[in-house]
């Protein structure tokens, strides 16, 4: 049994506004496009997924040197190869079944619930989202001068706010 559940910077299907989704907020979000083609995005990207991952870090990250060296080496032996590549982007296959899933879903969370939400991701769309799965009131926080990555990007803002729920979930 969950006692609190904490949701970082997240494009949740079906809870996220669908705005977020507009073409006009395609240089944040076209990935979720992008992906969900079958088969293309694993043509194109097989023996690139170094460049790829690079670039992609670069440009969903607000601190640049967030994802250093390490990491990368990390993510790019997880996502080489066209068998893993598709497996990370079945993910946005699945959105639109997610999306209707997560629709249809009455059942309310009766917990505590921190949404945290990058200044360059999110942000306060993550509390919205949520609220929509909540039974109660939802403690919701955006991370100034970040990215999507946040446990990466501002490490000491997110423990602040965690360690902060965690001593006072019901407030």
Avoid at 32 to 59: C, Q, V
Avoid at 66 to 95: C, H, Q, W
Avoid at 118 to 141: F, R
Wanted: hydrophobic fraction near 40%; charged fraction near 20%.
């Amino acid at each position: 049994m969950l006692k609190s559940l904490i949701v970082l910077d997240a494009g949740i299907p079906g809870l996220i506004p669908e705005e977020i989704f507009s073409p006009a907020n395609a240089k944040k979000i076209w990935q979720f496009y992008f992906h969900a083609i079958d088969d293309i995005p694993e043509f194109l990207l097989a023996g690139k997924e170094s460049d790829y991952l690079r670039w992609y870090f670069t440009n969903k990250t607000t601190i640049k040197d967030a994802i250093d060296e390490a990491d990368l080496a990390v993510y790019i032996g997880a996502y080489t190869g066209e068998s893993r590549l598709k497996f990370g982007f079945d993910y946005y296959r699945a959105f639109t079944r997610s999306a209707a899933e997560n629709k249809a879903y009455q059942k309310k969370l009766a917990l505590p619930i921190l949404a945290i939400g990058a200044e360059d991701g999110q942000g306060l769309n993550m509390g919205t989202a949520m609220q929509k799965v909540a039974l109660n009131h939802v403690q919701s926080a955006s991370i100034t001068e970040c990215g999507h990555y946040i446990p990466e990007e501002q490490p000491g803002r997110l423990l602040e706010l965690v360690l902060k729920f965690l001593q006072h979930p019901n407030s």
